[in-house]
């Protein structure tokens, strides 16, 4: 007897059998045990979920020669049939090969035709939405009222191109994507009514692998079986779908907020030894990030994977939440411009070298050892609070400009050292500072905040965005208090308050923390934004009336019937 895959073999017979489908059964099986029975059904879903496989169950509870109920009786002949494929009053048709109005004509017209054996003749029309619109037409009429021995069931992956005269004649029901628990556990069960040996691992990267489809995990397992000469086991699994440990994904992790770059590309050139998918790779980089900041925000979460959970632990204590954000953003953008990487390995590279470039310049610190396989020791960095450690991105936030040198003050004693530069910005000595900074005091009127903006060098980028868009209600001595218009809260981002604080402090010759406050006279005044829109708006006006009143402009438009297009106006400068 010829091998028969494990997705056909283990198709569930029954609706007990069907895993992760519960609100379908539910509706059906009652339906079915009531004998309230529509005429036409639609079951919506991506591929591999079920939905064939819920309309051959349905057409044998409808027609089993034990009656009909939720529970056919899966022995007799009808059944035995329809299992098999061969039973002569459900017609599987594929829309897919089938789009004319002529297969339609021929399904309506044998639909006039009482059932050979059966109680019901049942129409399973696969992917329904490739139908051509005649022959969406030509059907309606029978879909609504169809002769009473026929039920009409209709399976599609891509609902939205059903016409909505089709969707309106039927019970519609939405198959879920599977989750990877449900896929593992059902490969479990299988695999050990196989005889088959399996470690657990193997059967969590298969399931995430089949992404919500439990025929596409199926035959991935059967690929694994044959990879692996009989048994199924995580290393083996891994090189065939070009996988990585979760180990190895916490390795990286921690030497891009060690700022070991060294490190790092030594455990890429140990990943590119077995030829890994490196989309896949930054994938998993993204889902043990995102798992990071639940554990990190969300109280009492724990990791699905219990083998897991100490990593991810272990990588919560060692990351700030800003900092798990920055790179789980650069993960998402990385695996998005992968393609267009001049290779795989050089996008994937990259991707990990922005995120050690754009780390916290206070990222670092004490080291604890990562448990569960990954033996890469991560830095731990101690609470601090959100506004004073959000990291900031150098592609939305411009860096001040350098000012010019000034003479350093003599001294009797010896004179004070230089200013140096490093990543978060200008490192200055107290004097140095002092002689630099603008002197502010704390009776300012919002009308001096566009001068303390254009000092601190806040005019571009997504700080200078927020800055811009605010007015300033008072500048005291370790506080700047702000006001933010309601439409402008999209700004309010810790990692931009927290970058706007640094550049105001150094303007201010002091650290200082930035308060919001919603004060009505401070959100009724112009912001810096406003006015500079205003000032744009009456150049651009000025601009207009200058080319109107040219009277090279007036003799064109006068000689030659020519117009003046206002949007092609741009003032000089």
């Known amino acids: 007897m010829s091998y028969q895959v494990l997705a056909r073999k283990w198709r569930p017979k029954k609706f007990s059998e069907l895993v992760g489908q519960e609100h379908v059964v539910r509706a059906l099986s009652n339906a079915l045990d009531s004998g309230r029975m529509h005429h036409a059904f639609l079951f919506t879903g991506t591929r591999g979920v079920g939905k064939t496989t819920i309309a051959r169950i349905f057409a044998k509870s409808l027609n089993c020669e034990q009656g009909q109920s939720s529970h056919p009786c899966g022995e007799c002949s009808t059944c035995r049939d329809i299992d098999a494929g061969r039973f002569m009053d459900l017609l599987e048709i594929d829309a897919a090969s089938n789009t004319g109005v002529d297969d339609v004509r021929e399904v309506i017209e044998n639909a006039q035709y ?45 609902p939205q191109k059903l016409p909505v005269t089709v969707l309106s004649r039927c019970l519609k029901f939405n198959l879920k994507r599977l989750l990877p628990e449900q896929i593992s556990g059902q490969m479990g069960r299988i695999l050990e009514a196989e005889t088959i040996a399996f470690e657990p691992e193997a059967l969590t990267e298969l399931a995430r692998g089949a992404d919500g489809s439990l025929r596409d995990g199926l035959s991935l397992l059967d690929q694994a079986i044959a990879y692996g000469a009989g048994a199924v086991r995580a290393a083996e699994v891994r090189t065939m779908l070009g996988t990585i440990a979760r180990g190895q994904v916490h390795a990286l992790l921690g030497q891009v907020h060690a700022g070991d770059g060294a490190a790092l590309m030594a455990e890429v050139d140990r ?35 219990q083998d897991d959970e100490a990593g991810i632990a272990a990588l919560a204590a060692a990351l700030s939440p800003e900092e798990t954000q920055l790179y789980y953003q650069l993960a998402i953008v990385g695996r998005r411009d992968l393609p267009l990487a001049p290779t795989a390995r050089a996008g994937f590279e990259m991707a ?65 050292p230089e200013s140096t530069l490093h990543a978060g910005g200008i490192n200055q000595t107290p004097a140095a500072r002092e002689a630099q900074a603008k002197p502010f005091s704390a009776a300012m009127d919002a009308n001096d905040w566009a001068g303390l903006i254009e000092t601190a060098g806040l005019k571009s980028g997504a700080v200078g965005a927020l800055a811009q868009h605010c007015t300033l209600i008072a500048v005291e001595q370790q506080v700047v208090r702000l006001s933010l218009k309601p439409e402008h809260e999209l700004f309010h981002a810790p990692p931009l308050v927290a970058a706007m604080e640094d550049k105001l402090g150094q303007a201010l010759g002091r650290a200082v923390k930035v308060r919001f406050e919603k004060n009505v006279s401070a959100q009724q005044a112009e912001t810096p934004a406003e006015a500079a829109g205003r000032a744009r708006d009456a150049r651009q006006q000025a601009a207009e009336r200058a080319l109107n009143d040219d009277p090279i402009v007036q003799a064109l438009m006068r000689d030659f019937d020519a117009r003046l297009i206002p949007e092609s106006v741009k003032p000089v400068g």
Not at 140 to 148: C, F, G, N, V
Not at 275 to 297: C, N, T
Not at 396 to 410: C, G, S, V
């Open 352 to 416: 990990l070298l922005r995120m050690l470039a754009f780390r916290p310049a206070d990222a670092g610190g004490p080291t604890v050892a990562v448990p569960a396989r990954s033996a890469q020791a991560l830095p731990v960095t101690p609470p601090r609070s959100a506004a004073m450690s959000a990291p900031v991105p150098a592609v939305a936030i411009e860096q001040p400009a350098p000012r010019p040198a000034q003479t350093p003050r003599a001294t009797p004693a010896v004179a004070e």
């Open 271 to 305: 990943l590119a030894e077995f030829s890994p998918d490196f989309a896949q790779v930054l994938d998993e980089i993204a889902g043990v990030l995102h798992r990071v900041q639940l554990k990190q925000l969300v109280r009492d979460y724990a990791a699905t994977n």
């Open 114 to 158: 009482t059932p050979s054996r059966g109680r019901y003749k049942v129409y399973l029309i696969d992917e329904v939405h490739m139908l051509s619109k005649s022959a969406f037409n030509a059907l309606l009429k029978t879909l609504e009222e169809p002769p009473p021995h026929v039920k009409f069931l209709l399976a599609t992956t891509d």
